[in-house]
């Protein structure tokens, strides 16, 4: 096993290493680490530390983030075709960007624009009507009715979206459709820092889930007749993957497919382990989104595509793939 996790850790150091070398521009590695030229002077340090590490981290966080969440969604639903988006988490931290880009424009908190505060705040609105809707079972949750919930509150949250870009003004609503695209434009650290702290609450979260999803995957009461307090781990997986999923649309935007293709993709690889998928799959997400934001940067250099529109072109055909492979 830790060879397994060992070998996808260091693929990620390898595409965290490469990725912020890589560019329309090149540059010197040793002449961005000099000390001999002031900051202000070295176009090549400006390059690495301002323009394209920020990307990196950012997208190997919301890549782990998006992941991780999926495989989550995925066993905690029973669907091999749950994602990040099912639950209404998605569309209500698009929501609240979409508020404080047509409503608060210049306002930011401690440096950090109010962009990635309103999006996390309207994840959490999300999070708190489908927690709402596990309360409210004393036996557990229902897939049922959360896959449902999730339909309708998406639905719901869709038709706010489409009212407010309505009632914006059109360059209002020219930012809303690129940030609805997904980006990693991070072109400073105080964002990844804000996202750091749900991401490691949600880790700490997943720590505690791999046994429980094993066996949740067989069904709640499979699980509880094996030992597993089957409400308190539906809820930490439900609260832990929704702080992911929000801290990463914050950062980057609604990056769709993550959360399908990388868990199918490692499971693969690995196996259904959680032990195995869940750390496996974090890892390959963070190196597989890094990869596509360097595709999104350089296909079209010096034009930058939104990562979000790479993602969708990979993982539309494998989403229809895994339909075809499921049906037959």
Do not use: K
Not at 239 to 268: C, K
């Amino acid at each position: 096993m830790l060879v397994t996790i060992g070998a996808f850790g260091a693929l990620l150091v390898t595409v965290c290493m490469l990725a912020p070398l890589v560019g329309s521009t090149r540059i010197s590695l040793a002449r961005a680490f000099s000390q001999s030229v002031p900051f202000a002077d070295n176009v090549d340090a400006q390059i690495f530390f301002i323009a394209r590490l920020p990307r990196v981290v950012g997208a190997a966080l919301v890549g782990a983030g998006l992941a991780a969440a999926g495989v989550v969604f995925q066993a905690l639903l029973r669907n091999p075709l749950a994602a990040p988006e099912t639950l209404g988490v998605s569309i209500g931290a698009s929501v609240g960007a979409v508020v404080a880009i047509t409503f608060l424009p210049s306002f930011s908190i401690g440096g950090i624009s109010a962009v990635p505060v309103a999006s996390f705040t309207g994840s959490l609105g999300a999070l708190a009507i489908v927690y709402g809707l596990s309360a409210a079972r004393s036996r557990g949750m229902s897939s049922t009715v959360l896959l449902l919930g999730g339909v309708v509150l998406t639905s719901f949250l869709g038709a706010i979206l489409t009212l407010i870009q309505y009632l914006a003004d059109v360059s209002q609503t020219f930012r809303t459709v690129r940030w609805l695209m997904g980006s990693l434009d991070v072109g400073s650290y105080p964002p990844i820092v804000a996202a750091l702290v749900p991401l490691a609450c949600a880790a700490v979260g997943y720590a505690t889930l791999p046994r429980a999803l094993d066996l949740l995957s067989l069904g709640p009461e499979a699980a509880a007749a094996r030992g597993v307090d089957v409400v308190r781990a539906e809820r930490v997986a439900l609260v832990s993957a929704s702080l992911s999923t929000g801290a990463a649309v914050s950062l980057a935007g609604p990056i769709g497919f993550i959360g399908i293709v990388v868990p199918h993709l490692v499971r693969l690889m690995v196996g259904a382990d959680h032990r195995l998928v869940l750390p496996a799959s974090a890892l390959f997400g963070a190196a597989f989104l890094i990869g596509c934001d360097l595709i999104a940067r350089t296909a079209f250099a010096p034009l930058e595509l939104p990562v979000g529109i790479v993602t969708a072109m990979i993982g539309g055909p494998f989403f229809l793939w895994l339909l075809f492979r499921r049906s037959r």
